[in-house]
């Protein structure tokens, strides 16, 4: 039974920095590719950040150097850094994993294979 599990969500002031996770089982962690999307009330899910099985990362132009997407591999766990946050990185943000197309992964904004549940971070 696999199961994404995000925590490390907050309230931050901007300019402020927040470290996600995303805790992964009950699959092979090195056959999936893995990312990070977030999500406005109201507004379409968005893709922030990917790693593939090979290590490439992909990341949305509005999060381009201020977040990255380090692994845990020993402890199955993606990671996104946020720094200097911006009131606009205000949302849902939510992991997922899948197996196929990583490039494409971030685009799949609903066809990901395998969800989290979600961690709110909240900027002012």
């Known amino acids: 039974h696999v199961q994404l599990v995000e925590s490390g969500g907050g309230s931050v002031q901007a300019g402020g920095s927040l470290n996600l996770s995303c805790t992964t089982s009950?699959?092979?962690?090195?056959?999936?590719?893995l990312g990070w999307f977030r999500q406005v009330p109201g507004k379409e899910r968005e893709g922030v950040a990917s790693l593939d099985i090979d290590g490439r990362t992909q990341y949305a132009d509005s999060v381009k150097g201020r977040f990255t997407i380090p692994r845990d591999n020993a402890n199955n766990t993606l990671y996104l850094q946020m720094d200097n946050l911006k009131p606009e990185d205000t949302a849902m943000y939510t992991c997922?994993?899948?197996?196929?197309?990583?490039?494409?992964?971030?685009?799949?904004?609903?066809?990901?294979?395998?969800w989290g549940q979600g961690t709110q971070v909240t900027v002012s």
């Open positions: 997922a994993a899948d197996t196929y197309d990583c490039h494409l992964l971030l685009l799949r904004l609903y066809e990901n294979k395998y």
């Open positions: 009950g699959y092979t962690w090195s056959a999936y590719c």
